[in-house]
């Protein structure tokens, strides 16, 4: 009998059509293993066909847009929204709309063009990591934007359109649909409560233990309770945490477990393509008590179509206790 | 510069990234004409693949599951829900859960492989719309159900399995959580101003004009204020109506903008992968003053990705107004 579950977060609803029971070799997706060759421009040596870097980490002395560095944020070249101008806000009859002012900038996570998040060194991941957190921490400095979002896309069925591996970050005049319902679902069950949701989801995992694929000492890795997608992955520090942050300055214990889920999702599906979201709480409410930070990675197995569009809801074939066991046992 | 704009029923906010400023000739999608060869479950003479049909339209005297038919709706062979079993809804600690009941089952919109909503005869057409009107009619009895998603994924990439024409139908035990956000927008709409959203954008869309595709007697076909895809098109019953139902015993109007635009897609876009969505109000609230019937076409013609799934925001290289043009223009 198929189940209907709710996430407790969003509030949709995920049918889990287990008969279609799928196993991990079911999903047939090309591997994303890294093919060399051809021009790249996120490679070394070709810095001048991205505009100016706007970070990068490179010994001291190597001029900036030039070879040398380890990793690079660039803007988008064909940035979604324009870091110039004036935010302006007006409306059209009943219709309501803003100038698209924003920032689109990608981070190019490595020199080699043959690594990926999950192959790099885990310090080359923990450095992408304070890559967000000092591009966060000084977009939210721009009084128009109230959110940065932070995603991956890697492999071209989850929207990379350059191999090189790098990910993302849009900062927006407005708090994302996604994270105003996660907001107002975790303010709400505080309001009755006095806990954060995600706490007690922890503790129910921690518990429980099914859905637990991995911890470490500061962050748990689990299979949420109603996955849109088979082996959906959601990492999140143990301790409440409202925004992504450095805590003790270090991000060696976000960098190990978020690699260890990525080669175990590489080892149990063949280096699928994925989507990884960063939702932390919005720049002016980012120390509160009741959101909790957290990372998203949804491995893209099945497709989308009319029904998800038109429903919000998901039909998942695998259930996140079977897809914790896979994980658990995976070898990366 | 690119804009952000909002749409009112949902209230998601669309990127649209205006200087990308595609024509219809860049998205280069293949097209979804029909290759005719290779077994097909739902070609006449084949009918004992499939469970054993709920409806069809057929000649008097020819007996159910043979050929004859010019429309059948089948149970979905792998049903996502299933329609035998009680409805039994639990916790588990903080998680909601019911078991999954419902019904899915598939509309074959005509007999001859080489057909599509597009170019099967306007009559045709009509028929397609009674199928999913007797269906709703019948579905609606069960109190199992709150509500019935009719939709089409018409190509492989927009979702289809098959190539023959067909769309689904899947009853649920909830009201999917993009109806209810529609519901919710238009009642808090309605009781503040006692009229209906849809019906002040129609009119607001209708005295503009520079969204207005086409209209006939009865409906109307617009390009949203704030689109999540390249020429999504809305259409919409141009009096109140908050249930999807046939007004005058007809669906004749209905047919004929339904494929009228679908015929426009295929012009401009070289016969595009689509959704379609009918989006009516729930089994137990169909008569209302505030929610307005209407079916929304999506064009499959960008991907979605990180972005999209992090923020519930969508980046659209195409202004609704350019896209109106093209529809209006086209020549089917």
């Known amino acids: 009998m198929p189940e209907l579950?709710?996430?407790?977060v969003s509030g949709r609803w995920v049918i889990l059509s287990i008969e279609r029971g799928?196993?991990?070799?079911?999903?047939?997706s090309p591997s994303q293993?890294?093919?060399?060759?051809?021009?790249?421009p996120f490679c070394p040596g070709n810095e001048y066909t991205a505009p100016p870097e706007i970070v990068s980490f490179r010994p001291a002395g190597t001029p900036p847009n030039s070879p040398g560095w380890t990793l690079r944020v660039?803007?988008?070249?064909?940035?979604a929204l324009h870091i110039h101008g004036e935010l302006s806000k007006r409306g059209e009859g009943i219709f309501d709309m803003m100038s698209g002012i924003g920032a689109h900038e990608v981070i190019i996570e490595?020199?080699?063009?043959?690594l990926s998040l999950s192959t790099m060194s885990v310090k080359a991941v923990e450095d992408v990591l304070w890559a967000y957190y000092f591009r966060l921490t000084d977009l939210k400095k721009d009084p128009r934007f109230k959110y940065a979002l932070v995603f991956k896309n890697e492999g071209e069925i989850a929207g990379a359109s350059l191999e090189h591996t790098h990910s993302q970050l849009i900062a927006l005049p407005i708090i994302p649909k996604t994270v105003q319902e996660e907001m107002k679902s975790s303010r709400e069950y505080y309001s009755s409560k006095e806990r954060c949701l995600f706490c007690d989801i922890i503790r129910q995992e921690i518990e429980a233990g099914k859905r637990l694929i991995y911890e470490n000492d500061k962050y748990v890795a689990i299979s949420p309770f109603a996955?849109?997608?088979?082996?959906?992955?959601?990492?999140?520090?143990?301790?409440?945490?409202?925004?992504?942050?450095?805590?003790d300055k270090s991000f060696s214990s976000l960098a190990e477990i978020l690699q260890t889920m990525l080669k175990r999702l590489d080892a149990v599906l063949d280096t699928p393509p994925y989507n990884f979201i960063l939702h932390t709480s919005p720049f002016r409410e980012e120390i509160n008590d009741y959101y909790h930070w957290h990372i998203e990675i949804l491995p893209r197995l099945v497709k989308r179509a009319g029904f998800e569009?038109?429903?919000?809801?998901?039909?998942n074939p695998t259930s996140p206790e079977d897809a914790t066991k896979f994980l658990r046992e995976a070898i990366a």
Chains 1, 2 share one sequence.
């Open 22 to 28: 799928k196993r991990p070799s079911d999903f047939a």
């Open 309 to 315: 569009w038109g429903s919000g809801s998901f039909i």
């Open 33 to 40: 293993k890294r093919k060399v060759g051809g021009f790249c």
């Open 110 to 114: 490595a020199p080699d063009h043959r």
């Open 227 to 247: 996955p849109r997608d088979p082996f959906e992955t959601w990492i999140l520090p143990k301790r409440h945490e409202s925004k992504f942050h450095a805590p």
């Open 5 to 8: 579950r709710r996430d407790p």
């Open 74 to 79: 660039v803007p988008n070249k064909f940035p």
